[in-house]
């Protein structure tokens, strides 16, 4: 009787890894309890791939014979499509200075080989039961996103939104840090079909900013990254002299 991945679903994991001993046996105890597997072991097009997949968890290794794992994940981190995946970094670089680097990058966990195979699926498991449920409230900088009721709250003061301006700072709350174009806000926001010009991006920004900064002159929550787009990432606000 065939066992599946956690979730009622089977899950899809996608493996960048040269070691082919390595890569075939966890291609045989990740499908033999229940995961699909797919995968390449070098890095060229690791993020095409990615795209084409649309895998549920990523395993990757750093050392590739041809790219360098750390800036896959950050490519990773940067394609809107593909933020939110989890991906666990498999490795022989043990140190912590490796550690903390390939956490800040955005690595949601960091497996140092040799390693034993049941210690990674139940790791990979753990990703999957963390991200069961969407949260429900986006928190961050005083804001308080509710995704249920729709309502958004400053230091605890209702705000009122539009629903183009809710999904706007949902999107972009639930990726902090990550730079998106103007064309990548169009298409996650108002979607493929529509009748605007990626200028109505800087509009809504500005009204969002006009509600949920203190100073939408001097935004500490979504900044503007000359030339490439919008990012939602709190900050302090400057002390006055």
């Not at 040269?18 to 229940?34: P, Q, R, S, W």
């Not at 800040?104 to 049941?118: I, Q, S, T």
């Amino acid at each position: 009787m065939r066992r599946y991945g956690y979730g009622e679903t089977m899950k899809k994991i996608l493996l960048i890894e040269d070691d082919t001993d390595l890569f075939a046996l966890l291609k045989y105890n990740l499908e033999n309890e229940g995961f699909t597997l797919a995968g390449q072991p070098t890095g060229k097009g690791a993020i095409e791939l990615c795209r084409q997949q649309r895998p549920d968890l990523i395993l990757l290794d750093i050392m590739l014979p041809d790219s360098d794992g750390l800036e896959i994940c950050k490519g990773i981190r940067k394609d809107p499509d593909l933020a939110a995946i989890p991906v666990i970094f498999l490795t022989a670089r043990a140190s912590e200075t490796d550690r903390i680097v390939g956490l800040e990058l955005g690595a949601n966990d960091y497996v140092v080989k040799p390693f034993f195979v049941r210690e990674l699926i139940a790791r990979i498991k753990l990703q999957f039961r963390n991200q069961a449920t969407p949260a429900r409230l986006l928190e961050a900088g005083g804001v308080e996103l509710d995704r249920t009721s729709c309502q958004v709250r400053l230091n605890g003061v209702p705000l009122q939104l539009t629903a183009t301006e809710f999904r706007l700072l949902e999107y972009l709350m639930n990726r902090p840090g990550v730079v998106f174009s103007r064309e990548q806000l169009l298409n996650a926001v108002w979607g493929q079909d529509r009748a605007i010009t990626d200028r109505a991006v800087d509009v809504y920004v500005l009204r969002l900013r006009q509600k949920v900064e203190q100073d939408p002159a001097m935004p500490i929550l979504i900044h503007s990254v000359r030339g490439f787009g919008y990012t939602f990432e709190p900050r302090r606000a400057m002390a006055a002299v």
